[in-house]
């Protein structure tokens, strides 16, 4: 893409918050001439610089680099004091969950990875003006991944702690690979009577497959809140428990 205005695109207003004085005032001059001359493009290199361009400029959209000092709570300032205005991060790195999720909760709009170029920049700045978003395919699977663990995390001991103990082992059968015959087998109990058990735990774990039911264990066996179940939760020998 040509880095030079494209004169038909919609006026924005852009803060640029980077405490590296070379490349501040190089993306402010960049960014300038990249959307358009109705666009206009501020910089500041702090916390406090920040705070005066949110209330002085009230810009469309904000890009934070990363790796400037206090940038956690730069975000948070935007997110509190221009909570319209759509945020840009530059400088991600994809394979860092806890600063990708850092900047999901902080309500971070597009991301910019480090290989991006700067006409890809300016592509996620006038998406994200306009009200979109911009996530790259590896920061939507660490987001993704974070959402399957808090619905997994949330869900676990509550519904968990419904089953019944002959239910907790045919659970814990059905996550070591057993069939429905082969589960009956080893509990010595009747085909019909495992499918029922299974029917009932699939229903109270709010899950449609047994694959489902298997990780919600798995998941919950795994997690530190597990040393405050119920003894119940104790592996039980196989053929013992109600019926």
Same mark, same amino acid.
């Given at each position: 893409?040509?880095?030079?205005?494209? +004169?038909?695109?919609?006026?924005?207003?852009?803060?640029?918050?980077?405490?590296?004085? &070379?490349?501040?005032?190089?993306?402010? @001059?960049?960014?300038?001439?990249?959307?358009?001359? $109705?666009?206009?493009?501020?910089?500041?290199?702090?916390?406090?610089?920040?705070?005066?361009?949110?209330?002085?400029?009230?810009?469309?959209?904000?890009?934070?680099?990363?790796?400037?000092?206090? !940038?956690? =709570?730069?975000?948070?300032?935007?997110?509190?004091?221009?909570?319209?205005?759509?945020?840009?991060?530059?400088?991600?790195?994809?394979?860092?969950?806890?600063?990708?999720?850092? /900047?999901?909760?902080?309500?971070?709009?597009?991301?910019?990875?480090?290989?991006? !170029?700067?006409?890809?920049?300016?592509?996620?700045?006038?998406?994200?003006?306009?009200?979109?978003?911009?996530?790259?395919? +590896?920061?939507? !699977?660490? &987001? &993704?991944?974070?959402?399957?663990?808090?619905?997994?995390?949330?869900?676990?001991?509550? /519904?968990? $702690?419904?089953?019944?103990?002959?239910?907790?082992?045919?659970?814990?059968?059905?996550?070591?690979?057993?069939?429905?015959?082969?589960?009956?087998? =080893?509990?010595?109990?009747?085909? @019909?009577?495992? #499918?029922? @058990?299974?029917?009932?735990?699939?229903? #109270? &774990?709010?899950?449609?497959? +047994?694959?489902?039911?298997?990780?919600?264990?798995? @998941?919950?066996?795994?997690?530190?809140?597990? !040393?405050?179940?119920?003894?119940?939760?104790?592996?039980?020998?196989?053929?013992?428990? +109600?019926?």
């Amino acid at each position: 893409m040509d880095a030079g205005a494209d +004169r038909s695109a919609p006026s924005l207003r852009v803060l640029v918050v980077d405490d590296s004085r &070379l490349y501040r005032e190089g993306l402010v @001059h960049l960014l300038a001439d990249g959307l358009g001359v $109705d666009s206009s493009v501020v910089a500041a290199s702090s916390l406090s610089g920040s705070l005066l361009q949110l209330a002085m400029h009230e810009p469309d959209v904000v890009i934070v680099n990363l790796a400037s000092y206090q !940038s956690d =709570e730069i975000l948070a300032a935007v997110a509190g004091r221009r909570p319209q205005a759509h945020v840009v991060v530059v400088g991600v790195d994809d394979t860092d969950q806890g600063q990708v999720i850092g /900047c999901a909760e902080a309500g971070v709009s597009g991301y910019v990875t480090r290989d991006y !170029s700067l006409a890809d920049l300016i592509d996620v700045v006038r998406d994200v003006g306009a009200g979109g978003s911009h996530i790259p395919p +590896r920061v939507s !699977s660490a &987001l &993704l991944r974070r959402v399957q663990e808090v619905a997994l995390r949330r869900a676990t001991p509550a /519904c968990l $702690d419904n089953l019944t103990e002959r239910e907790i082992q045919i659970l814990r059968l059905i996550g070591a690979g057993f069939s429905n015959q082969g589960i009956a087998d =080893e509990l010595t109990i009747e085909l @019909h009577t495992v #499918k029922n @058990h299974v029917h009932s735990l699939l229903t #109270k &774990l709010g899950v449609r497959r +047994r694959g489902e039911a298997a990780a919600l264990l798995s @998941h919950w066996e795994g997690s530190p809140a597990r !040393s405050a179940s119920p003894s119940r939760w104790s592996t039980a020998p196989a053929g013992l428990g +109600r019926d």
